[in-house]
C-alpha cells in the first residue's frame, strides 16, 4: 500500500516554491530545485532524509530544538542519545566545536568522510541543547557525498542527523529503505541512489587528552592510529560516562529531583508541563512534548541552582516523545553512583 502511494506521487510533477503540504513522503532526485526546496524545509525546522556515503541521514537543522525533538520523535528513539552533527566543511565545523590538536589532526586526514569526532562544545555554537543530550560536547562530521554537501550548502544550517530509520532497525542505504522505514514522518526524501560505505562512520572521542574509539565503522582504527601516531583505546565500561545512554545516573542535575509531582513542596522548584500556575519553569504550557523535548536540557540547568532544595517534575505523558523525556528524567533521578 505505502510502496504504490509512494509510485503515485514520484510521477507527480515538481513545481519549484511549491510548499510540502501532504503528509506523503516525497522523493526527489537531487537537482538545484529540489535543493532549493529542502533548503527551505530545514530553515523551517522540518526534515529531509538525504544520501551521505554511509547511510541516509533523517535531517533538521541542529540550531532549531524543535526539530531536532521531531528527529527523536519520527525515529520513535526511547532515549535522548546525542545525535551527529554534519557540516560542509572544516572551518564551519570549527565554528562548532574546539579542535585540539589531535581533532585537527584526524579533520585534516578523513574529511570529507565517514569520520566522526567528539570535541568540546563551543558555548558560542548556538546548537540546541537536544542534539548532544546536554552534554559539553558534541560530534560533527563532514559527509564526503556531493548530494549533502549540496544540502548542507542549501540549507546553510548545520544538520543533525541520524540514520533515517525507525529506532532499532537497519541504517538506510537507499532513498526507498527510508520511505518504507519512516513513511508519513518525512516528507521530502532526496534520493541519491545507494550509499557507497554503507555502514555507519567510526566515532573518536578526541575531547578529552586521549583518543577514545566510541563506534567502529567506516574509517579503519589503524588508518586513524597511523594519522596519530598512537593507539587509541576502545570505549569500554569504564569510559561510560563518555559514551552516553550507558549509566543510569549520568549528567543528572545536582539537586535531587523528584518525579511525577502535582505540585512543589517547600524550597523546591517546580518544572512544569501543561497548565500550571506555579511552575518555577515550564516544559510546554501547551502540553506540546516536542516543545519539552526541546526545553528539557536547557531547563534542567536553569533550575539546578542553590537555593532550590530539589526540582519537582510534573507528569509527563509517557506516548511518543514522552517516552524520551521520562527516561532522561528517571535516569537524572537515580541515585548517584
Ligand atoms: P547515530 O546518530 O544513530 O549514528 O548515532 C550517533 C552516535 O554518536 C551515538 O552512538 C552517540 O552515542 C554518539 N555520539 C554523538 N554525540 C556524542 C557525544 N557528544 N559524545 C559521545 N558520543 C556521542
Ligand atoms: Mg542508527
Redesign the pocket.
Known sequence: MTGSRQQVWRLLPFRPGSAITSAMPRILPITSESLVLAGREIRAGRLVAFPTETVYGLGGDASNGIAVATIFEAKGRPRF????VHLPDRATARELGEFNDMAETLAARFWPGPL?L?VA?RPDAGLADLV??G?G???LRVPAHDGARALLLAADRPLA???ANRSGRVSPTTAQHVADELGDAVTLILDGGPCTVGI??T?I?V?GSTPLL??PGGAPLEDIEAALGRTVPIAGVADAI????MLESHYAPGLPLRLEAREAAAGEALLGFGPARDATLNLSESGDLREAAANLFAYLRALDRPEFSAIAVMPIPKTGLGRAINDRLRRAAAPRA
Do not use: F
Not at 563518555?242 to 545512554?245: I, L, S, Y
Open positions: 542519545n546525542p545525535l551527529i566522526t567528539v562544545r548532544s543530550a552534554l560536547t558534541v560530534a542527523a541520524p540514520s555507519e562512520s566515532i572521542d575531547s566510541l563506534r563518555r559514551a552516553p545512554g
